[in-house]
């Protein structure tokens, strides 16, 4: 299995404060505006920052209830063999999910930080 880096969520207090913070550093917003989702039961404040000059990684602010974590696309295998991987273990901490095109789960790597996996279709 192989993955890349998706995204670094990052919680925040006021996503215009932080989002002007990121700019500083060469970031710029992905959409005009921030978008409202619901996961896990909890609404969300989202938006999605890049930097053109280093498209390695985004960075998701995030305005609500949720954990700081990292986010990994899955890009060579099946996700199912990681699930089954996984979903025995204590690390999983939300069920396999399908959001549109993607799917998507998360677990904890050994020091408890969260990581979001993500297969697109």
Known sequence: MQGKLRHVGVMC??????MRF???????KMSQ????EE?????????KL?????????IELIEGDWKPHIAL??????????????ATKAEVILEFKKVGDLEIFY?????????EV????
């Open 39 to 47: 996961w896990a039961g909890k609404k969300l404040k989202i938006l």
């Open 73 to 86: 696309t899955l890009t060579e295998g099946k996700m199912d063999d990681l699930w089954e991987k996984f």
């Open 118 to 121: 993500i297969r697109e279709k």
């Open 13 to 18: 207090k006021n996503l215009q404060e932080s």
């Open 107 to 115: 677990l904890r790597d050994p020091a408890g930080n969260f990581v």
């Open 50 to 58: 890049a930097n053109p000059a280093h498209p390695a990684g985004m």
């Open 33 to 36: 505006r921030a978008i409202m």
């Open 22 to 28: 990121y700019q500083q550093f060469g970031f710029q």
